[in-house]
């Protein structure tokens, strides 16, 4: 695809995406009363004192059944629960979708998640949850290059839930997400559930008497699901061809060269893949960085109608801005992200923190012409339109494939651009030999 076609095409779907996502919206979500059988007084809940996820050790075996584990099975039914959000509708599924690589925005063309409350639209598109087990928690660590440091790790796009269990009960008390106005209204609706003797079994017959202890424990189980080697089975034609089970077609391994490439592609630069060691495990396709990569502003999204609202990342709004080291100035992390895994990448609907985008090959044509054809993505300006001119220094210049002279021109051909996705697409799970 052309960049010309490229930027016609994002942007004219961007600009009807409310008019043609709304009706979709008014009738994605159910109704319902959760009940009263547990108190859903407001509940103080220490997510900061949640277990950190165990380490996910060993070679994972290729199989698509997966047994769970006891709490893990609670996890999943608690997962796809569309009773706990108000109106009822919505569940942890409805954004993480399985066959989508556990990312979705619940039916929305908005390239963000639709909430449970009808009009309600959110700000970021949803991560994949898949292989989310092995994200480190949030910290500054010394930069590959040996220069300074770095922000890695953490969930969400900003990285300000170090566990899963953490992360997992933010959407049940988010307005634009689950919409529940406490913890004890979530509490409540799982005690009424027909897995509530399975939860019982698993944190004690007094558990929900106290909303706070309960609904640290939905994170528990939550967590515990998401650990399971249901959302992180190694079984892509990628993994398979690193144990020597299968083989690329030449445009894969083509595109697989380009990944690689330093001086070309660099994706590996970030999403980091090592397939000569014979391990999946090795090949991650994330080093949990942050980067500000300059993607254009999608005016689908409510809040960017308001041109003085802009969404930074590490610097907020959905965080305050992280404290880092002496000699490292704060204001140096706004507008950065967290580099998502590139695994069942080819499965998802939308692309970058904002949603964007919608089919790979903008992707990766934004990476070859960003430098080269700044009109093409932010207008006549050519300016970045996503980021305050204040932290326009942030945008990452120095790696390929941004480290380029406009008069270069783009960094790949077309046809580079379509075997760099056409390897991407093995990085789907479920893969079965011919």
């Known amino acids: 695809m052309h960049p010309h076609s490229v930027e016609s095409s994002w942007r004219q779907r961007a600009r009807s995406a409310t008019l043609i996502g709304l009706a979709a919206l008014l009738s994605a979500c159910g109704d319902g009363d ?5 108190s859903a007084a407001s509940s103080t809940v220490d997510l900061a004192a949640l277990d950190a996820p165990a380490t996910v050790t060993g070679p994972v075996a290729a199989r698509a059944t997966v047994p769970l584990s006891p709490l893990a099975q609670l996890g999943q039914q608690i997962f796809n629960d569309s009773n706990l959000s108000v109106p009822r509708g919505t569940s942890c599924a409805s954004c993480h979708t399985p066959g989508k690589g556990f990312a979705d925005n ?23 949850n898949a292989y989310s087990a092995r994200t480190p928690a949030f910290g500054f660590v010394p930069a590959a290059n040996g220069q300074g440091v770095i922000a890695r790790g953490g969930l969400f796009w900003d990285g300000r839930a170090d566990t899963l269990a953490q992360q997992a009960l933010g959407p049940f008390l988010e307005p634009s997400e689950m919409n529940n106005p406490n913890a004890g209204a979530v509490v409540q609706a799982v005690a009424q559930a027909s ?31 998401e650990q399971s080697q249901l959302l992180q089975p190694f079984t892509s034609k ?18 697989l060269n380009l990944f690689l490439d330093r001086q070309r592609g660099n994706c590996a630069g970030c999403h980091r893949a090592n397939p000569a060691t014979g391990n999946p495990l090795d090949s991650p396709f994330t080093d949990f ?20 609202f802009f969404d930074l990342g590490l610097c907020g709004p ?40 919608s089919d790979l090959h903008e992707v990766v044509a934004f990476y070859s012409t960003r430098v080269s054809n ?10 970045p339109n996503d980021l305050p001119s204040a932290y326009l220094g942030n ?17 790949l051909t077309q046809a580079e651009i379509n075997d760099l996705v056409a390897f991407m697409g093995t990085l789907s799970d479920g893969y079965t030999a011919p």
């Open 34 to 38: 959760p009940g009263s059988t547990v």
């Open 106 to 128: 619940h039916g929305g063309n908005f390239g963000v998640a639709v909430g449970s409350l009808p009009g309600s639209i959110g700000l970021r598109n949803s991560l994949s």
């Open 195 to 225: 897995y509530a003797p399975a939860f019982l079994a698993q944190f004690g017959n007094s558990v929900f008497s106290t909303p706070a202890q309960a609904f640290a424990a939905i994170g528990q189980a939550l967590q515990a699901f």
């Open 238 to 255: 990628y993994d398979a061809v690193v144990r020597q089970q299968a083989s690329f077609t030449p445009a894969e391994q083509r595109g």
């Open 289 to 308: 960085s942050y980067m500000a990569t300059g993607v254009p502003r999608n005016p689908a999204i409510p809040a960017n109608a308001n041109p003085a």
């Open 318 to 357: 959905k965080r305050a801005t992280p404290t880092p080291p002496a000699g490292v100035d704060a204001a140096s992390l706004c507008g950065k992200f967290r580099m998502p895994s590139l695994r069942n990448v080819a499965l998802r609907q939308r692309y970058m923190h904002n949603g964007v985008f």
């Open 374 to 383: 700044p009109q093409h993505w932010y207008g006549p300006s050519g300016v």
């Open 395 to 411: 945008l990452e210049t120095q790696r390929p494939p941004f480290n380029r002279r406009a008069a270069q021109g783009p960094v």
